[in-house]
């Protein structure tokens, strides 16, 4: 008799918490995986830690690039929610006889102005017993002639980097366990801004993924869902060769091998680059339109928008390299972006709202699909 009357008090706690909010994704959500460095090509510990976040009782697989899959059967027609794992850094290209170290990278700069942000910065460069705390040989701005303060961004280019890592000597440098092609991101710091912004280092992708987590928490504790699957594909910001238009290595293969007739594409749209178009923080998630064609799942999002009272924003294609992967899709697909300000800048600000709008609205996408 005890067992009878106890579960349905749980139940009924359960359901009273997620309709009073408790379930929204929180600052805490995105801190669990903010400060999981994931440069491209090394995002084995983002995934890691998602993995322990799942049911256990979920299985999960990984491609060969390192992309985490989660999929829950079911009978309605397939679904999939899709985001980035990785960040843009450096390695490693060598190591001179002074000590320092020389810098490349494995993807392009996210703009042309990226190099210019790290002087001064604490660095981290990866090794296997460990990061070894580096910061970026420069000296300071304003004693430099003024030719070269006119003109930083062309005077401080890749070639001329140099990390300092405290060793007087490339022998010195080899004892800390400097590999050539290491990992080297920016110490990472969460600032936490009034009105419920956040602000960090490639901030607004680890936020995108965090709201995938939620949703995949969500989901898995209610039946009836059809077969949905929850991506987070790892060299999203690596282009495959020879894709017109130019598509994520992750995206490109998770387009050719999941085959679903129903995806929601989940990324970050940098305000500033394109004000034309009017976007900013804090006004609601950015809904992509695909030229003249709406598809029905753009179209869900915008009607059930619409009926919650969310305020959403509108923008034709931008320059995703994951949303370029399933543009020549003939299946249906949507992408809902993360406006971010200062975007691939060391103080990359988003909105919480605006998270938590996302989610709002791809939940009542995904109730609404169990209902028909």
């Not at 049911?55 to 985001?83: N, R």
């Not at 060299?235 to 679903?260: D, E, N, V, Y």
Request: with cysteine; glycine share 8%.
């Amino acid at each position: 008799m005890v067992r009878k009357l106890i579960f349905p008090v749980i139940l009924g706690l359960v359901f009273c918490g997620l309709m009073f909010g408790e379930n929204e994704v929180t600052r805490q959500d995105v801190e669990e995986l903010y400060f999981i460095s994931s440069p491209t090509g090394y995002e084995d510990k983002l995934s890691e830690k998602i993995i322990t976040q799942l049911p256990d009782e979920k299985a999960v697989s990984q491609d060969i690039l390192g992309s985490l899959y989660l999929s829950q059967k079911g009978e309605l027609p397939p679904m999939a929610l899709i985001c980035g794992l990785d960040e843009a850094g450096y390695i490693v290209g060598g190591i001179d006889a002074q000590g320092y170290l020389t810098l490349d990278r494995v993807v392009s700069a996210p703009h042309p102005l990226f190099d210019s942000f790290f002087p001064g910065h604490p660095m981290r460069v990866w090794t296997e017993d460990g990061s070894v705390q580096a910061v970026m040989a420069l000296p300071s701005l304003h004693i430099f002639p003024r030719g070269e303060r006119e003109n930083f961004h062309e005077y401080f280019n890749l070639e001329k980097m140099r990390l300092d890592i405290g060793a007087a000597s490339r022998e010195q440098a080899l004892d800390k366990g400097i590999l050539n092609c290491a990992p080297v991101m920016l110490s990472k710091k969460m600032i936490h801004l009034a009105d419920e912004k956040i602000a960090g280092y490639f901030i607004g992708k680890k936020a995108c993924a965090a709201l995938v987590l939620k949703l995949a928490e969500d989901i898995f504790s209610k039946e009836g869902q059809g077969k949905i699957t929850f991506a987070w594909l790892a060299q999203t910001q690596m282009a495959a060769r020879g894709s017109r238009p130019r598509a994520s290595m992750g995206g490109a293969r998770a387009q050719k091998h999941l085959g679903f007739s129903q995806n929601i594409i989940i990324d970050i749209f940098p305000t500033g680059l394109l004000q034309k178009q009017g976007i900013h923080i804090g006004k609601g998630p950015v809904l992509i339109i695909n030229g003249e064609r709406e598809s029905k799942t753009t179209s869900s999002l915008a009607r059930n928008a619409e009926k919650m009272g969310l305020s959403i924003q509108r923008a034709g294609i931008r320059s995703s390299l994951l949303f370029n992967a399933f543009l020549k899709e003939e299946n249906d697909f949507a992408g809902l972006f993360l406006p971010v300000k200062f975007s691939g800048s060391p103080s990359e600000v988003i909105d919480l709202k605006d998270l938590k709008a996302m989610q709002k609205m791809i939940a009542s996408v995904l109730s609404e699909r169990r209902n028909q």
